[in-house]
């Protein structure tokens, strides 16, 4: 019979990365989805997560004041970070502010915290509380520099108006977690980041501020 | 820089399976997306497609009574096939009947011919036409057997529900193409389906039969 080892999903937000993969997911098996209610709301109000059974897939809701346990054994802490709303639910002039529809995750088992932040516009003082406090933290790592898509003219918008700080520059993440003793793994990359390409400068400067750059199958044990 | 090598894209329907796929194909480059009006009214009633970028991804309505040209050298025929509207825009009763929402594909190139049929309820009289003059079918082998969703418990719909035949009985399609000159590929198969284990006695029905089962990277030289 046709199986998943996928019990739960907690969703950080309904960005197309996001959320397409559940519709690989569509099976008649159980699995527990967690998202915020605006994150839950981009999903019900899309014809094409139906296929998701309602008796199979349950939808829970987020509460940000609130720790809960996706399975058992591990524990998960949501909150808001700079950010924006999905690209495909976007007005005109989209706002870059902290809302329930882009949030980082803290997990916690076995006395070890790892952060997952796959969308962060800028570094708060209470995110910076919780990667002082963290094992691992795996970062946005869309961007290199902020206007990398447009000098590449593969689009026109900077990172920043997508929702993303660059790793580099004075604004960068590079420079914002530089003093951090977690384990950094960039997470979320673009595919015109150059620390894809092994070898390259760009690699070279994360690697050597002792960044990790995660890739297809890394397995992280802290 | 970024680069993919799809120029131009043919939707059968906007089932799932069929339109997914597109939402890693957003990038900004030049695409032909052609669909029957009833396909592209799926898409652009989903946000999610809207990040196609209509200034990169043209739109192409498919005419049912006129042969096109997707890319040079290969001319397409587009025919509507007894079968489904997309399960998540189906209401409670369904008609599995032909139109628009559901449709089969006749590619020539070079003096032979393809037929795609990836969704297909019956054969109709003006199906085995196409089929007699074919050189290769890719015919839809969603299940072996009509119940093979409820007697495996992992659903509880028939294949003819969906709006597929199946491949074993009286009715299946191992009998309805038995007798075409044609290559005859099974593609479409569900993961319930027995043809996708080597061995299985529903493999071998196949193969004896003369029948091939498509695979992740086949190519097919005609």
Same mark, same amino acid.
């Given at each position: 019979?046709?199986?998943?080892?996928?019990?739960?999903?907690?969703? !950080?937000?309904?960005?197309?990365?996001?959320?397409?993969?559940?519709?690989?997911?569509?099976?008649?098996?159980?699995?527990?989805?967690?998202? !915020?209610?605006?994150?839950?709301?981009? @999903?019900?109000?899309?014809?094409?997560?139906?296929?998701?059974?309602?008796?199979?897939?349950?939808?829970?809701?987020?509460?940000?004041?609130? !720790?809960?346990?996706?399975?058992?054994?591990?524990?998960?802490?949501?909150?808001?970070?700079?950010?924006?709303?999905?690209?495909?639910?976007?007005?005109?002039?989209?706002?870059?502010?902290?809302?329930?529809?882009?949030?980082?995750?803290?997990?916690?088992?076995?006395?070890?915290?790892?952060?997952?932040?796959?969308?962060?516009?800028?570094?708060?003082?209470?995110?910076?509380?919780?990667?002082?406090?963290?094992?691992? @933290?795996?970062?946005?790592? !869309?961007?290199?520099?902020?206007?990398?898509? @447009?000098?590449?003219?593969?689009?026109?918008?900077?990172?920043?108006?997508?929702?993303?700080?660059?790793?580099?520059?004075?604004?960068?993440?590079?420079?914002?977690?530089?003093?951090?003793?977690?384990?950094?793994?960039?997470?979320?990359?673009?595919?015109?980041?150059?620390?894809?390409?092994?070898?390259?400068?760009?690699?070279?400067?994360?690697?050597?501020?002792?960044?990790?750059?995660?890739?297809?199958?890394?397995?992280?044990?802290?």
């Amino acid at each position: 019979l046709r199986h998943s080892p996928i019990r739960a999903v907690l969703l !950080t937000g309904a960005e197309i990365d996001q959320v397409a993969g559940l519709l690989t997911l569509r099976e008649r098996q159980d699995l527990a989805l967690h998202a !915020t209610p605006a994150t839950l709301a981009a @999903i019900a109000d899309n014809p094409m997560f139906g296929a998701l059974h309602p008796g199979h897939v349950t939808r829970h809701a987020l509460s940000l004041a609130e !720790t809960f346990s996706p399975v058992a054994g591990l524990s998960a802490d949501v909150f808001t970070v700079p950010g924006k709303v999905p690209l495909y639910l976007e007005g005109d002039n989209p706002e870059i502010g902290e809302s329930a529809e882009n949030v980082g995750v803290e997990l916690t088992g076995a006395g070890r915290r790892l952060l997952y932040l796959p969308g962060v516009a800028a570094v708060t003082r209470a995110m910076r509380e919780r990667m002082k406090r963290a094992d691992a @933290i795996l970062f946005d790592g !869309t961007l290199f520099t902020d206007d990398e898509m @447009i000098s590449l003219r593969v689009g026109d918008k900077t990172g920043m108006r997508m929702g993303h700080m660059p790793i580099d520059g004075p604004e960068g993440s590079l420079t914002a977690l530089s003093d951090l003793q977690a384990r950094r793994i960039y997470i979320h990359i673009n595919n015109t980041n150059p620390i894809l390409i092994e070898g390259s400068s760009a690699r070279r400067r994360v690697e050597e501020a002792g960044f990790e750059v995660a890739y297809d199958g890394m397995e992280i044990v802290l």
